[in-house]
């Protein structure tokens, strides 16, 4: 949530600031600002809306020092007056802020009886208004001390008139640091940084840095210097861009073969030698949340089918009320930005709890990445559209990679078995590219739904959190209401919402499922709703049952989700994109979700 851009160097900052900050839209997009420090003063332009109403009304601002920001409204409603950055009651102080401070109202009510005017409802406007009384003869020793004083998450950037510098800090939201040649940049995301640099520095939890145009340094909240060391990201600028794409969803979901091809590389050859799995687990727990939930739920399949070791799944932000046990499972968190404050929260408590935990994240030094004892990093580069979908696909492949480990390990997965698998995990980036060519064919079905308020998704087994992320995929993107649904539990309820305007998508793959999902189908086809099938190639019966099939190539049933899934993306783009809604930009959510 939110999109934080600072630079500092040799150059006009205006540009470089707005082309940094438009890479971060997707993390919010209901209002945004610019500060910058020129001669004798701050500048300072906000507006309502997206990043092109801000660039439209910014004229030019010189200077070669600013921050930026683009908003998910949290504290108050998306207005001019809320948006980022703040200034203190003097001007001589800008700040944005990503984040919730938890003590906000008392520090609040002490400024306010000093006499202080605030212009916002937020809890980021705090900030400008300590630093401006902190004390400290400098930026940094200003928003340290300040730092000491707030209680909460925070990604924080601060400049100051008169002063080429910027003074950074984070706590659970994430901040990065870009490394230039006479130019120095901090932002929330490593994409926004692409087109300027690919050398990084990830700050840890209660850390800052104070950048100039040719320093960086880190260090504590007590000021005491903290080495790191720059990583050199793999991705490049191409990646983060839509490259003739409509729609970045749409690039993504194409780029899906490459994606689980990059997740496989040298990870099938060998064995995983590290002693992590050398422990005997006597239960597995996934978390996460949304989308990475739904990937939880497909892994509670694969990780009991293949290793034996009951597995159960739960929502992130519902972990800590669960009761603390004797028994000490394993615990998987899913995380795509590896920032999700609740997954986050979660793994944390797990730890507390004496819980090994292993992170599945797609962001290399990220916030999980530092407290989960075992990482398996998915390799799908950037994901810019807010609804995720490669990322989807390569946490299945990690959780089918730590099965096959785990059932190794375990003695539960013969030899056979598991070349077999692994002959088949080899074939899934063909298997996506043949559900990708027939992208036309979905695009056209789609034209037979737009028209819908509502969509059952139904499925059993393995195929039924299938179901609930194709439901998930529909409701973000397109506005229409999707409810996934296990096939049995239609006759306990859903069955009377069922009508001839009621579409629904039933996935019927060749498994030990199929004839009940038959079943299932005749059942829905009686209440007159119109049936889109999700079959296996091959399947010749489907016709008989349902409106209209869509057959994806046939694998081995615990891969599955996998070409369906794709085929369940497509749907939901296709249906949005008929309807003209922002596919990229759906309304009320944003991409990587810092605040509980």
Known sequence: MCGIV??????????????????????????????????????????????????????????????????????????????????DCKGEYAVVHNGILTNYMGLKEELLKKGHKFTSETDSEVFAHLIEDAPGKDLKSKVLSVLRLVDGAYAIAVIEKGKNEIVAARNESPLVVGVGHDENFVASDVTALLKYTNEVIYLMDKEAVRITPDSVETFDLEGQTVKRDSQRVSWNLEDAERSGYPHFMLKEIFEQPRAIHESLLGRLESREEDSFFKSKFPSIKIIGCGTSYHAGLVGKYILEELSRIPTTTQISSEYRYSPVTESKPLVVCITQSGETADTLAAAKEARRRGCKTLAITNVLGSAITREADHVIYTRAGPEIGVAATKTFVTQLIALYLLGLELGTMSNTLSSERRRELIA????????????????????????????????????????????????????????????????????????????????????????????????????????????????????????????????????????????????????????????????????????TVTVE
């Open 6 to 87: 600072g630079y500092t160097g040799n150059r006009e900052a205006q540009e470089i600031i707005l082309d940094c900050l438009k890479r971060l839209e997707y993390r919010g997009y209901d209002s945004a600002g610019l500060a910058m420090v020129s001669p004798g003063s701050l500048q300072l332009k906000k507006s309502i809306g997206e990043i092109a109403v801000l660039e439209s009304i910014l004229g030019h601002m010189s200077g070669t020092t600013g921050i930026a920001h683009t908003r998910w409204a949290t504290h108050g409603k998306p207005t001019t007056e809320n948006a980022h950055p703040f200034l």
């Open 424 to 591: 088949g995990m080899r074939s899934l980036p063909r298997v996506v590219q043949s559900v990708l060519n027939e992208a036309s064919k979905i695009e056209s079905l789609a034209e037979n739904y737009k028209g819908a308020h509502s969509m059952f998704f139904i499925g059993r087994h393995i195929n039924y959190p299938t179901s609930l992320e194709g439901a998930l995929k529909t409701k973000e993107i397109s506005y229409i209401h999707g409810e996934g649904y296990p096939a049995g539990e239609l006759k306990h309820g859903p069955l009377a919402l069922l009508s001839k305007d009621t579409p629904v998508i039933a996935i019927c793959v060749r498994d030990h499922t199929y004839e009940k999902m038959l079943g299932n189908v005749r059942e829905v086809s009686a209440r007159e709703s119109p049936v889109l099938a999700i079959g296996s190639e091959g399947d010749q019966d489907l016709v008989k049952y349902a409106e209209e099939v869509f057959l994806v190539p046939r694998v081995d049933p615990l891969f599955s989700p996998v070409p369906i899934i794709v085929a369940l993306q497509l749907l939901a783009y296709y249906l949005a994109m008929k309807k003209g809604c922002p596919i990229d930009k759906p309304r009320n959510i944003a991409k």
